[in-house]
């Protein structure tokens, strides 16, 4: 395939049919294809743009990236659209980010579940239900609660994605592109806590402390909220205050045996 790439390149070349197409140099500057090095493959782009983001070289880095992205490699994709979504080293910009989400969800829906790339196709959807459920100021991606809700049932079900699976519980909790269902709210939220989401763990511990929709188990809802609170961040100090609250609440038998499975969990995770 390779040997015939190049064959139909000479071919084209002869003919002055790429003279005015951009090449693609190895230090990640763009040619005008005349002269310098052949261009690079998509990975050997992606790899290059990887190299120049760690250098500090933005300019370089995005080069790179974007020749592997428009030859459809997945990880550049996901990496600029990260990059634009967060003002990253580029000018923020959420368009520019779901295009390269969109690319990404539509070309790689189907790859296996069980891949290593599989967590940033499923991030992805993620990205798409996020831009989904709030639209794009100016733009022509317009709010649409149900296609988030959709963006994310694909990721939580076929990918089996913790993040999805927290999120699509938040929808059917709150109603949101979804009918109004704490069950089913309950059950995302516990594959997800399952996965070492600490949000999930958190809101499916509130609920089973409380009895909130669900048969109550103080204690197993206290384990879920000391996991939570254990790897929350910082800027998430309502899993805390979740956590203590249920603490004040408790009784010391409770208290107890939330302690024992806890140790439970913790055993079986390190088996």
């Known amino acids: 395939m390779r040997t015939f790439e190049a064959l139909l390149r000479v071919m084209l070349i002869g003919a002055g049919l790429l003279a005015a197409a951009p090449a693609f140099a190895l230090d990640g500057s763009k040619t005008d294809g005349s002269i310098g090095p052949p261009p690079m493959t998509p990975m050997e782009a992606f790899r290059s743009g990887a190299h120049w983001l760690k250098a500090g070289d933005t300019v370089k880095a995005v080069n790179s990236l974007e020749y592997a992205a428009e030859k459809g490699h997945a990880l550049a994709q996901w990496k600029l659209g990260r990059m634009y979504a967060e003002g990253d080293g580029v000018a923020q910009n959420d368009l520019k980010a779901f295009e390269y989400f969109r690319r990404i969800a539509d070309s790689h829906a189907d790859d296996n579940p ?3 790339q599989s967590r ?3 991030n992805a959807f993620v990205a798409l239900g996020h831009y989904y459920l ?3 100021p100016k733009t022509d991606v317009r709010r649409d609660p149900q296609r988030a809700r959709e963006m994310f049932a694909y990721a939580a079900s076929y990918f089996r994605d ?7 519980a938040r929808l059917y909790l709150n109603g ?3 009918p109004h269902d704490p069950r089913q709210a309950a059950r995302w939220f516990g594959l997800s806590a399952q996965k070492g989401q600490c949000e999930a763990q ?3 511990g509130a609920m089973l402390f409380e009895g909130d929709h669900v048969p109550r188990q103080a204690a197993r809802g206290l384990m879920w909220l000391a ?3 254990d790897s929350a961040r910082t800027d998430q100090a309502w ?4 956590y203590d609250t249920a603490m004040q609440q408790a009784s010391e038998d409770e208290r107890a045996l939330a302690a024992v499975y806890l140790r439970h969990w913790l055993e079986t995770r390190r088996e």
Do not use: N
């Open 227 to 229: 996991l939570a609170k």
């Open 239 to 242: 899993i805390t205050k979740l």
């Open 162 to 168: 913790p993040d999805a699976q927290y999120y699509l």
């Open 114 to 116: 069980d891949t290593p």
């Open 202 to 204: 958190a809101m499916l």
């Open 134 to 136: 709030e639209g794009i």
């Open 176 to 178: 949101t592109g979804a």
């Open 120 to 122: 940033f196709v499923a």
